[in-house]
C-alpha cells in the first residue's frame, strides 16, 4: 500500500491564486522529504529539501519566496504555490524515505496536477 | 552523482521477458543503483536496488556486472500494465539525505 499520501490529486485556479500541497507519511517519520517537479514530456526535476525544523533547502533556480516549504511535523510538509500563474502549472510531486541510509529506496507520492489558468 | 544512460524507448511483447540496460561507468564502490518507474500521470514507484549482487523481489531482477559499469533491469513475464518509462538511478553518498536526480529514462512500451 501507499507509504505516502499527496493532496490534493488535481488543482484548477485563477491566476493570482495561492496554492497548498500536502505531503504526508503514512505510518512512518520522515526528518526529510523533497518535492519534485514535472513538465509535459520532461523528467522530474528537484526542486527542494524539506527538512522537518529546519529552513528548505532549494536547488538552483527555484524561487523560495515563490514555493514555500513547510516541514512542521515529522509526517507532514506542505508546498505553497504563491501567487501562481500559468508557467507554473506543472505536475508536483513529492517523496520521503524512511531511512537516511544509501541502501533506503525513496517512496513517492502520486502527484498534484496544477492547471493555472 | 553518477551519471546513467539508458536508451529512450523499447519494445517488449506481452508475456515475454523485458531487459532493460543501464550504463553507469562513473560509478563509486559506494553507490547504490536503484530503478523505479512512471506510469503515465502518477507519481515513480520503487522497483528495486542494489550494490554489486543480483538481486531479485516480487516485481523485477537487478543483475549488475561485476566491474558495476552497467546494470540490466528484467521483467519476467511482462504485461500490458509494465508500460512505462523506467529510470535508472545512483544514489549519491548522502542516501537517503538526498533527492534524486532523474535522466530521461526508457519508455517502455508492452506490445499485446
Known amino acids: 500500500g501507499a507509504v505516502v499520501s499527496q493532496h490534493p490529486s488535481r488543482v484548477i485556479c485563477k491566476s493570482g491564486t495561492s496554492v497548498k500541497i500536502e505531503c504526508r507519511s503514512l505510518d512512518f517519520q520522515a526528518t526529510t522529504m523533497f518535492w519534485y517537479r514535472q513538465f509535459p514530456k520532461q523528467s522530474l526535476m528537484l526542486m527542494a529539501t524539506s527538512n522537518e525544523g529546519s529552513k528548505a533547502t532549494y536547488e538552483q533556480g527555484v524561487e523560495k519566496d515563490k514555493f514555500l516549504i513547510n516541514h512542521a511535523s515529522l509526517t507532514l510538509s506542505t508546498l505553497t504555490v504563491t501567487s501562481a500563474h500559468p508557467e507554473d502549472s506543472s505536475f508536483y510531486i513529492c517523496?520521503?524515505?524512511?531511512?537516511?541510509?544509501?541502501?533506503?529506496?525513496?517512496?513517492f507520492g502520486d502527484g498534484t496536477r496544477l492547471s493555472i489558468l | 552523482d553518477a551519471k546513467t544512460t539508458q536508451p529512450p524507448s523499447m519494445d517488449c511483447a506481452e508475456g515475454r521477458a523485458a531487459n532493460l540496460p543501464c550504463n553507469h561507468s562513473t560509478i563509486s564502490g559506494n553507490e547504490y543503483v536503484y530503478w523505479y518507474r512512471q506510469i503515465h500521470s502518477q507519481g515513480p514507484q520503487y522497483i528495486i536496488h542494489?550494490?554489486?549482487n543480483n538481486e531479485t523481489n516480487e516485481m523485477a531482477s537487478l543483475i549488475i556486472t561485476e566491474d558495476r559499469k552497467s546494470s540490466t533491469l528484467i521483467l519476467p513475464h511482462a504485461t500490458l500494465r509494465d508500460t512505462a518509462v523506467y529510470y535508472c538511478?545512483?544514489?549519491?553518498?548522502?542516501?537517503?539525505?538526498?533527492?534524486?536526480?532523474f535522466g530521461k529514462g526508457t519508455h517502455l512500451i508492452i506490445q499485446p
Open positions: 517523496s520521503a524515505n524512511m531511512g537516511r541510509g544509501s541502501n533506503q529506496p525513496q517512496h
Open positions: 538511478i545512483v544514489q549519491g553518498p548522502g542516501g537517503g539525505a538526498d533527492g534524486l536526480t
Open positions: 542494489g550494490l554489486k
